[in-house]
């Protein structure tokens, strides 16, 4: 083993990196960690001006500017724990939310993003703020599903279950029934 092999053996997170994450291309995790901090800097800065909504006496645009401007710094927090080095425990939660799979940071944070939308549905800053937040639950989303087969694999697939020859499906069947047969609704069978 090289001293390379062990300084990296020993900078490796312990179970933090995940068999899933190891197929992902290396764009789509760059493009997720700079959409996710970009865009909760943009949320941030828009949920503030969502919050100038009291002055015409709209409650509901300054609730929604509150939850952009959080969900912004939670987003903040989980993609880029050196922005906020001055907190005690970022760096424990943003591990802790990096050692999940893909499909919960998805789910986290479209959920973040979706509130501020039903509250301040038509204001600008809402749509752009939340939308980037958003965006980047898309991008985690699509990390999720993984890679594409190639084309090669595809036809193959395709071949053996046109022959037969693929996965049994999985819809339902009756298995008190040893000798089901199928039925139609068109009309019962003529007799010649």
Excluded at 4 to 16: E, F, H, Q, Y
């Amino acid at each position: 083993m090289s001293l390379t092999d062990k300084i990296t053996m020993l900078m490796a997170r312990p179970g933090g990196e995940n068999a899933q994450k190891d197929d992902i291309p290396w764009w789509m995790r760059y493009a997720g960690r700079g959409l996710g901090t970009v865009g909760s800097f943009i949320a941030i800065i828009l949920g503030l001006l969502n919050c100038t909504g009291i002055i015409f006496l709209n409650v509901s645009c300054l609730i929604a500017g509150i939850w952009q401007m959080l969900a912004g710094f939670l987003v903040i927090v989980c993609e880029a724990p050196c922005c906020c080095f001055f907190i005690d425990y970022v760096q424990v939660l943003s591990d802790k939310v990096e050692s999940r799979p893909y499909w919960n940071k998805a789910a986290l944070y479209m959920g973040l993003a979706l509130p501020p939308f039903f509250l301040c549905f038509f204001a600008l800053s809402t749509w752009f703020g939340s939308g980037l937040i958003f965006a980047t639950g898309i991008v985690y989303g699509m990390m999720a599903l993984g890679k594409k087969a190639s084309i090669d694999d595809m036809r193959t697939s395709a071949a053996n279950l046109e022959a037969g020859q693929g996965q049994p499906t999985t819809a339902p069947r009756a298995n008190l029934v040893t000798n089901e047969q199928p039925f139609s609704f068109t009309g019962p069978p003529t007799t010649k």
